[in-house]
């Protein structure tokens, strides 16, 4: 048997290519381990909130716009680090965990290579509880993995994951690789003196890969010099090198919206603009030039509805406000003229209800640097704080740069439950906020 029909995976199983392709492995029997859940400081909170992860470990949550709860909501998907103060490094590994918020139990079904502080293993749930997709570094290359929790089989496919569609036919992404090679944390750790695949500055054999999870097969969607192509403000993007980032589906499955951007070294400066297009590469349409992004903002995210997008910008080019736009660039709305943007929006289907967190230098945040969960009701347009809670943000503390900590905070599927991220003792834990009684 050659080095192509058997290798070793992060856990150390053996993983052999089956038919079509894929890596098959047969991982131990987990375990699950029963243990208590605290509540967060009980009458303090608008709502009920539960640090839902033990103390054994630091964990996370993957990010605001992937849901960690189940396609049932019994499950919660989250990652265990085995630190937190340092960068990984190639071949270090972190825990697939899946926590059962019933019965009050915890399982690690899969260890990987593909792992960092902002994602953790970007933990996509498939259309039941019986499929948990994540990343791993297998015979060299950054791949999708989806677990089978029903049988503890895990299947390696031939392409990157940045984000599952809805209806668990694709995953798509950028090389996991390059993206932490130029933002630590969203990919997989890299060799650092191995980049020459980001030396052309517009490539059309680099881009998104769409990898076709029944037939396991993968093909460029986008390239890079496609949507540079189409960039409406060249003059102000300058001589930057250029390369994908966020990667997300709508949920209807329908448009993909990209972050597209080129890295200034001479600025030291990311030059960011937003585009969307069909889920086979088609329609491309640029939702957002560098111009409008420049002033100011933080990262997209689709609205329920397919149709729009919520972002913090700077519309005025000075102050940070809650935006709504569609994914062409029409219909521009500014959400709330009376309350500052932060940190990283979303929304309830219906549009009513918006919850965010904030970094740690924004002016929302409380002067002992604790975060706040914030509700915003548009309708009313009054800010209810849900909790506020410590993030690793102190200068002095391990959370600058790419090893923060920010709570990214994720409706649950019923949009009743907030799940988001903390360190009340310095270190990383996951909480859930149940809003039943307060939407």
């Not at 750790?189 to 990898?211: C, F, M, Q, Y």
């Not at 111009?291 to 100011?296: I, K, S």
């Amino acid at each position: 048997m050659n080095r192509r029909e058997f290798v070793r995976t992060s856990a150390g199983f053996a993983a052999v290519l089956a038919a079509g392709g894929c890596w098959e492995v047969r991982r131990a029997e987990p375990v699950k381990r029963p243990y208590a859940f605290r509540r967060y400081r009980p009458g303090e909170t608008v709502g009920e909130v539960t640090c839902v992860t033990p103390d054994d470990g630091f964990y996370l949550q993957t990010f605001y716009d992937v849901c960690p709860f189940s396609p049932s909501g019994r499950l919660l998907a989250v990652t265990r680090f085995p630190f937190q103060d340092r960068q990984p490094e190639v071949g270090e590994t972190a825990d697939v965990c899946v926590i059962d918020l019933e019965a009050q139990t915890i399982e690690t079904v899969y260890s990987t290579k593909g792992w960092g502080f902002q994602l953790g293993a970007n933990l996509n749930w498939g259309r039941t509880d019986h499929h948990l997709y994540t990343n791993d570094i297998i015979d060299g290359q950054a791949v999708c993995v989806r677990l089978d929790l029903q049988t503890g089989a895990a299947k390696a496919f031939c392409g990157p994951m940045y984000h599952l569609a809805p209806d668990e036919s694709a995953a798509a992404g950028f090389p996991l690789d390059l993206i932490n090679a130029t933002q630590q944390g969203y990919g997989v750790p890299v060799d650092w003196r191995n980049l020459s695949a980001l030396a052309e500055t517009v490539s059309d054999e680099e881009g998104i890969w769409k990898t076709d999870l029944k037939k396991n097969r993968k093909r460029l969607l986008v390239s890079i010099a496609e949507l540079y192509a189409r960039a409406e403000d060249k003059d102000l993007i300058g001589d930057a090198r250029f390369y994908m980032f966020h990667t997300k589906y709508n949920p209807q499955g329908t448009r993909i919206s990209q972050v597209f951007r080129g890295w200034a070294a001479a600025e030291k400066k990311y030059k960011p603009m937003l585009y969307t297009f069909d889920s086979e590469g088609g329609e491309i349409r640029l939702a957002l030039p560098h111009r409008v992004w420049a002033p100011g903002g933080h990262h997209p995210n689709w609205h329920p509805d397919g149709e729009h997008i919520i972002m913090n910008l700077k519309p005025d080019g000075a102050t940070m406000r809650f935006c709504r736009f569609r994914f062409d660039g029409g219909d521009f709305t500014v959400i709330s003229e009376k309350h500052l943007g932060s940190g990283h929006p979303s929304v309830t289907p219906d549009g009513r209800y918006l919850v965010t967190d904030a970094y740690p230098g924004e002016k929302v945040v409380a002067s002992n640097m604790e975060v706040p969960i914030r509700l915003l009701d548009t309708v009313s347009d009054e800010v209810a704080v849900i909790c506020h809670m410590y993030t690793l943000g102190r200068k002095d503390d391990i959370g600058k740069g790419t090893l923060r900590l920010d709570p990214h905070p994720a409706w649950s599927r019923d949009y009743r439950k907030v799940c988001f991220n903390g360190a009340p003792e310095g270190r990383r834990q996951v909480f859930v906020a149940d809003l039943s009684d307060v939407l």
